[in-house]
T-cell receptor, first 113, second 112 residues
Framework: AQSVTQPDIHITVSEGASLELRCNYS??????LFWYVQSPGQGLQLLLK??????LVQGIKGFEAEFKRSQSSFNLRKPSVHWSDAAEYFC???????????FGAGTRLFVKA | EAQVTQNPRYLITVTGKKLTVTCSQN?????MSWYRQDPGLGLRQIYY???????DKGDVPEGYKVSRKEKRNFPLILESPSPNQTSLYFC???????????FGPGTRLLVL
């Protein structure tokens, strides 16, 4: 069955500290992978995506993610978190030749001053 | 400005009273989709549309209908809403090949 798992429901980091949000997927076909961010009361905004090629992808707001096929993972990282990064983060997977998208349950990030 | 709009943004209704949530995009995207967001469950896809007059079920289509008569519009219809359809609903659109989805601001629905 196709699924996306974000093991951490919420994470708290101090401002300036590094961040890693985990994402594992189960998908039979070649996956397209995404990270979206949802600020309070807002819709979702794309942070970055992986379709093919270099497995380390750069996104907006200083985020990056690494695709590891052997681990079925697509973890999101940021070297130094800012208070404005506090939001909910969603990992998503879609099929290269398909139209369905599956989202993880989300990880809520809290940033301590 | 390129955007996806949804109306209404907030809606309170009663069980069984038909309602429609509209979604419109101005980016000439072929693909449109509806999701519901519930705490702890993330976003679940209700229906999607690959182009005009082409729609298909997502993971949680029960109790919902959609139509795609024009490229820019993709309304979500609840023929007989029930309390378990209380949720936050998002519409999204994308170019078919691009697959990056652009989301609307959300519609918060409460069914009493």
């Amino acid at each position: 069955a196709q699924s996306v798992t974000q093991p951490d429901i919420h994470i708290t980091v101090s401002e300036g500290a590094s961040l890693e949000l985990r994402c594992n997927y189960s998908y039979g076909a070649t996956p397209y992978l995404f990270w979206y961010v949802q600020s309070p009361g807002q819709g979702l905004q794309l942070l970055l995506k992986y379709f093919s090629g270099d497995t380390l992808v750069q996104g907006i707001k200083g985020f990056e993610a690494e695709f590891k096929r052997s681990q079925s993972s697509f973890n999101l990282r940021k070297p130094s978190v800012h208070w404005s990064d506090a939001a909910e983060y969603f990992c998503a997977v879609g099929a290269a030749g398909g139209f369905k998208t599956i989202f993880g349950a989300g990880t809520r990030l809290f940033v301590k001053a | 400005e390129a955007q996806v709009t949804q109306n209404p943004r907030y809606l309170i209704t009663v069980t069984g009273k038909k309602l429609t949530v509209t979604c419109s995009q101005n980016m000439n995207h072929e693909y449109m989709s509806w999701y519901r967001q519930d705490p702890g469950l993330g976003l679940r896809q209700i229906y999607y549309s690959m182009n005009v007059e082409v729609t298909d079920k997502g993971d949680v289509p029960e109790g919902y209908k959609v139509s795609r008569k024009e490229k820019r519009n993709f309304p979500l219809i609840l023929e007989s809403p029930s309390p378990n359809q209380t949720s936050l609903y998002f519409c999204a659109s994308s170019l078919t090949g691009e697959k990056t989805q652009y989301f609307g601001p959300g519609t918060r629905l409460l069914v009493l």
